[in-house]
């Protein structure tokens, strides 16, 4: 059973920065691809972006590309999303999620959720 808790997130003002993890807890880690999601209220969960189980490919959400990056470290059972410029329509609880194979945009095809952690942007 894979066990995914996020963190890094909270309050920041617009144009800035924050950094979020996620740790797994399970030692074939390096066989699963990632993704994050979110959703804000009201609506549903939106994908952010993918990475594949070696690391080499990734793939974003228009609405984020150039300024989110999603990286991974298997070596420690982490995933990290970095985000840069944020923006009041960022704000929402990102979700870390795990499919073993390929890269995964859809929630329907994630395996494993974290708990989420909350970002909120202000203007």
């Known amino acids: 059973q894979l066990q995914l808790v996020e963190s890094g997130g909270g309050l920041v003002q617009a144009e800035g920065s924050l950094r979020l993890s996620c740790a797994a807890s399970l030692r074939t880690f390096g066989t699963y691809a990632m993704a994050w999601f979110r959703q804000a209220p009201g609506k549903e969960r939106e994908f952010v972006a993918t990475i594949s189980s070696s690391g080499l490919n990734t793939a974003y959400a228009d609405s984020v590309k150039g300024r989110f990056t999603i990286s991974r470290g298997n070596a420690d059972n982490m995933v990290y999303l970095q985000m840069n410029s944020l923006k009041p329509e960022d704000t929402a609880v990102y979700y870390c999620?795990?499919?073993?194979?390929?890269?995964?945009?859809?929630?329907?095809?994630?395996?494993?959720w974290g708990q989420g952690t909350q970002v909120t942007v202000s203007s």
């Open positions: 999620a795990a499919r073993r194979g390929w890269l995964f945009i859809s929630a329907d095809e994630s395996d494993y």
